[in-house]
Structures are given as structure tokens and as C-alpha cells.
């Protein structure tokens, strides 16, 4: 890809570029990327310590999106966050998501209140939650005041185009995605798809490569939309997965 122009994330103040990096990449070979096109990097909940541990000195001034998983018990995230901080290496990070199992324990307000403390602390910036079930990154579009929504969105798998980036956008959030791209034509349309949903890179942008221009993106929905019909409509009073 030609040229790297960076911006301020919407609804937010986190400078990116045309994609976010993964943590791993500060590993190894790929730093050299990172390095000479800076953007947010992003803590997948399933990084080990050791990759936390070994990125950490690395990130050097590059902005950073902290995911953690649900714990058992809202007492528990604030001490699984600021662990995991500690392996980094990080005093603060610009943004810190919370990937969900429940959306009723949103709804509960423990786990959000936690975060909102350490917000209120200067721990992190911008809030988020993610979810790759497009039903319910609806619903938390809608019912959680967070700046970031994590959403399942790629080539292979546009569900979350029918309501939830909409939804998402409505309600004053930026999203972004919870996979990686690994075809080219994958890349490619993640690329052109970037101001509506950050994609989320593992591996530098082939050279060359450019992003799909819109009349191949819509084709690509078009399809797309051929074979899966939108998602249910969201049931009124219910978190989805509620009975699950």
C-alpha cells in the first residue's frame, strides 16, 4: 500500500492509520513495519504474558487498545486489567475493551462501573466492549455508553453491515475489527472499509496492494447478501444470549 496517512480515530482522540496493529507484531522482523507506520496497537485478550512481556518494551509512544476478557466476577477485571498493564509495561493506555460472554452482566453495571473508575482514575482512555456476534454488538451499541465497539467484520463475513456498524455509528462509537484479514482481497476490502470499521492487521500490508474501490466493495455486499439474510431483529427487554 502506497503512502500511510494517519487521523484521529472518531469519537475519539487515538491517532491510527489506515489499519491498527497486533501486539505480536512489536515481536520479531514486523517492528520495522510498525515502527516506520505507526498506529494503535491492540492487545487481543488471548496474548500471553510472555508476548505482553516481550512486546511491551517495544511499544514505545504508539497508542494502545487493551482487550480483556469477562472475568467470573466484576470484582476480579480491575485486577486482571492492571496485571496485564503491569506486564506491558504501561502506566496508562489510550483505550481498554472489554470482550464479552453475557451482555446481562453489562446490563448489571458492575463490570462497566469498574471501568468507568479507572477512566475516572487516568488508567485509560477510551472505553469499549466487543462482541463477535453481530445480534449483540447490536444490542451494545445501543445499551452501553462506551466510544468503541469490537465487531466481527471481514469479506467472508459482513453480518455485522446490516445494523450493528450503523447502530454502532448512531450512538457516537468507533468500530473496529476483532479479526485479521489474511487473503489480499480480504486486505483489500478491509482497507476500503476502514473509516466505517478499523480494520485490525497480524502482518504488514502487501506492497503493492490497494484498497478495493467502492463499486467492488458494493458487489462484494451485494453478494454477500445474496446468500445470508440479515440477523434477527433485536427482542425488546432481553439481552440477546440472555438465556444462553
Known amino acids: 500500500m502506497t503512502g500511510w496517512t494517519n487521523r484521529k480515530l472518531e469519537h475519539t482522540a487515538i491517532d491510527v492509520g489506515p489499519c491498527a ?19 494503535l496497537i491492540v492487545v487481543d485478550p488471548r496474548d500471553t504474558d510472555d508476548v ?21 466476577f466484576a470484582r476480579q477485571l480491575e485486577g486482571e486489567i492492571l496485571r496485564r498493564l503491569a506486564l506491558l509495561g504501561q502506566d496508562r493506555v489510550e483505550a481498554l475493551v472489554l470482550h464479552i ?22 488508567v485509560v482512555g477510551c472505553l469499549g466492549l466487543a462482541h463477535p456476534d453481530p445480534i449483540v454488538a447490536e444490542w451494545l451499541s445501543i445499551n ?16 455485522a453491515g446490516y445494523r450493528a456498524i450503523s447502530s454502532a455509528t448512531e450512538y457516537g462509537m468507533s468500530v473496529f475489527t476483532l479479526g485479521c484479514p489474511q487473503t489480499d482481497q480480504a486486505v483489500r476490502f478491509a482497507l476500503a472499509e476502514a473509516r466505517r470499521v478499523l480494520p485490525v492487521m497480524d502482518r504488514p500490508i502487501p506492497k503493492g496492494l490497494t484498497p ?27 439481552p440477546p444470549l440472555a438465556e444462553n
Open 212 to 238: 478495493m474501490p467502492a463499486e467492488e466493495v458494493s458487489l462484494a455486499w451485494q453478494r454477500y447478501g445474496e446468500e445470508h439474510p440479515p440477523p434477527p431483529p433485536l427482542q425488546r427487554g432481553k
Open 101 to 122: 460472554d453475557d451482555p446481562a452482566e453489562i446490563k448489571s453495571g458492575g463490570m462497566l462501573q469498574t471501568m468507568f473508575a479507572l477512566r475516572e482514575r487516568g
Open 21 to 39: 496493529w497486533r501486539l505480536p507484531m512489536l515481536i520479531g522482523e514486523d517492528r520495522h513495519t510498525v515502527k516506520t507506520h505507526p498506529s
Open 52 to 72: 505482553l512481556e516481550q512486546a511491551g518494551p517495544h511499544v514505545d509512544g504508539l497508542p494502545v487498545l487493551l482487550g480483556v476478557t469477562e472475568p467470573a
Open 144 to 159: 452501553a455508553a462506551v466510544r468503541l465497539l469490537g465487531v466481527n467484520y471481514a469479506l467472508e463475513d459482513q453480518a
